[in-house]
């Protein structure tokens, strides 16, 4: 049978905020353990949690930029279950009244089509600490440094069809949330992490079929091999005549496969209920206007104006839109040398190429901006060419100063001055009269052949200097 | 609305209490007391009224984003009953 893959998302995002959503510690990740844990995180008797300003800003700054229904008034609630890396017992998030609504937006394809993903809802809660298993014979280390750091349950609807468009999802979800400045979206630090609903039905169905929820699916990669490895166990139970049962299960990136991780008395049964240390949100129009109008230029407005004003294809802008810093990189190199499409396809091809060869990222670009287009100018200009400026890109690229200083201390300079180039092709001419007579006597297929000898010799002479269109020219003239 | 005793014991395993088997009984008509005092307000007409949160008619005051608390681990965990490398120990947890 064919089968429909139905995948929801479910993305923890930490916010970028300095302190804690209910406390004043620090967020620093790499912290000594337990060092920024303070009495509200630890759950002290009689501590009350206070409601950090620019976590609440944060969670409408990503609302407006979904273009989601903002909540004038949203409330907290307490989620429980016992875990020793949940202190109190439960985890205060939002249930029924969350911050930011119904919302949507459009992700790309590496094939160019887009697509918009619905988002159902996103609520701000408290992270919980982290778990050690391993060192301790018979015991759990607890650290509870990241317990209270702010997150944003970001929840898809079930619109995504595959692997890819999760990944896309995830990407365009990324780039989001890093232009608007509310996370650093660092995935290996646990910033961004990932949730997959995944449930399979035969094609035409329109109901939905049992699902399974995989958890710690923490790089683009493994949410992909993921939902491959998901879709193949629940396709082969379907197949068996099996029924899938809802569930959690959890990714193990070693073996690449998904294991049942919840017995079934601890099965999802939170008991909500409206938290009693904290009084309902409120917030104006004016806040929310305020919070508007500071709103960035945002990656899918960025995209449609790179394929407008410079005439880039889709993916070339998504590629280019990726990132705030990428995109102004381009957009000042675009600006230095005057053509947007050559700029466009060296920083794609050359700079991505030697940051990703170089584990490297573009805000540690060793090549500002300005001085890559300072080289572009001058292919443009003809002073150079295509393949020369490879070479002074790497040679800049190792930090030995700028396009034109290279150029000169190399003497990479191209020969356009017509007296040299002439100078040179007339000595290659002379010492090689035998060649001549031989390109005298043939017909039009074997001259070109022997064109190709006198231009070998030429840029020979002139060490790859001279301008291989003017030697064309003034060779077909001495021949002639 | 009665409630079984088959559910009293669900609700005291997620909420990790433990209820002998001579309590249970009597828990059990205790709890069955309450919700009958909740079948009566549930017949009130609530149409138009806004679900409440929070008794107090206030809204939350928000706090500037500014990190306030020092390191205090030393004294966290000299009351902890176990603790190593900075850590706090707890029967082992596994999934």
């Excluded at chain 1, 020793?84 to 009244?97: C, E, H, M, N, V």
């Excluded at chain 1, 099965?267 to 305020?290: H, M, Q, W």
């Excluded at chain 1, 394929?307 to 381009?330: E, I, K």
């Excluded at chain 1, 000042?332 to 466009?344: F, L, N, Q, R, S």
Aim: net charge negative; proline share 4%; charged share 25%.
């Amino acid at each position: 049978m064919q089968w429909e893959t139905i995948i929801g998302l479910e993305v923890h995002l930490q916010l970028a905020t300095k302190s804690k959503i209910f406390s004043g510690s620090s967020t620093t990740f790499g912290a000594e353990p337990n060092t920024q844990a303070s009495a509200v995180d630890l759950a002290m008797p009689g501590m009350l949690p206070v409601l950090n300003e620019q976590a609440v800003r944060y969670a409408v700054k990503f609302g407006l930029g979904i273009g989601a229904q903002i909540s004038k008034r949203s409330v907290f609630d307490r989620k429980n279950y016992f875990y020793p890396d949940l202190p109190k017992g439960y985890q205060i998030s939002q249930f029924d009244a969350p911050i930011v609504g119904k919302g949507s937006f459009e992700i790309l394809m590496e094939d160019g089509s887009s697509r918009t993903i619905g988002i159902t809802r996103a609520h701000l809660e408290e992270d919980a600490g982290k778990s050690l298993h391993e060192d301790f014979n018979d015991h759990t280390g607890i650290d509870l440094n990241r317990a209270g750091t702010p997150l944003l349950e970001i929840v898809s609807e079930p619109d995504i069809r595959s692997a890819a468009e999760a990944v896309a999802y995830l990407k365009a979800l990324h780039s989001l949330v890093t232009y608007l400045g509310i996370s650093d979206g660092n995935m290996a630090e646990g910033s961004m992490r990932c949730d997959v609903n995944i449930s399979l039905r035969p094609i035409g169905s329109k109901t939905l079929g049992t699902r399974a929820e995989i958890k710690n699916v923490n790089s683009f990669r493994f949410v992909e091999k993921a939902i491959h490895h998901e879709f193949q166990r629940q396709a082969d139970i379907l197949e068996d005549g099996g029924k899938i049962t809802q569930e959690t299960r959890l990714y193990d990136a070693d073996r690449d496969e998904t294991r049942s991780m919840r017995s079934k008395e601890v099965a999802n049964d939170y008991r909500y209920f409206p938290e009693p240390d904290l009084l309902p949100v409120v917030i104006d129009d004016i806040y929310i206007e305020s919070i508007r109008e500071s709103l960035p230029e945002l990656p899918v407005e960025k995209r449609s104006r790179f394929t407008a004003q410079y005439g880039l294809g889709p993916y070339d802008a998504n590629v280019l839109s990726d990132s705030r810093p990428l995109a102004d990189y381009f957009e000042t190199v675009a600006g230095e040398c005057g053509d947007a499409k050559i700029a466009a396809n060296w920083v794609q091809v050359e700079l991505l190429g030697q940051l990703n060869r170089a584990g490297s990222a573009i805000e540690k670009c060793p090549v500002s901006a300005t001085a890559l287009g300072a080289l572009i100018s001058r292919i443009l200009d003809k002073t150079i060419s295509g393949k020369m400026a490879k070479q002074v890109f790497e040679s800049m690229w190792n930090g030995e100063g700028a396009a034109d200083d290279i150029i000169e201390a190399r003497g990479l300079l191209q020969v356009s001055d017509t007296a040299a180039i002439d100078a040179i092709v007339d000595d290659v001419l002379s010492a090689s009269a035998a060649q001549v007579q031989q390109y005298l006597d043939s017909d039009e297929a074997k001259r070109k052949k022997l064109v190709g000898f006198f231009v070998g010799q030429v840029m020979k002479l002139s060490k790859g200097q001279a301008n291989p269109q003017m030697v064309n020219e003034l060779l077909a003239k001495k021949l002639a | 609305m009665a409630i079984e005793q088959g559910e009293v014991e669900k609700i005291a395993e997620l909420a990790r209490i433990r209820i002998s088997k001579e309590e249970i009984g009597d828990v059990t008509q205790r709890i069955t007391e309450v919700l009958q005092m909740v079948d009566q307000l549930q017949a009130v007409d609530t149409r138009d009224i806004e679900p409440m949160a929070n008794p107090l008619d206030a809204t939350q005051r928000l706090r500037p984003d500014e990190v306030t608390q020092s390191n205090r681990r030393d004294a966290f965990q000299a009351i902890a009953p176990a603790v190593e490398n900075g850590l706090y120990l707890v029967p082992k947890v596994i999934e």
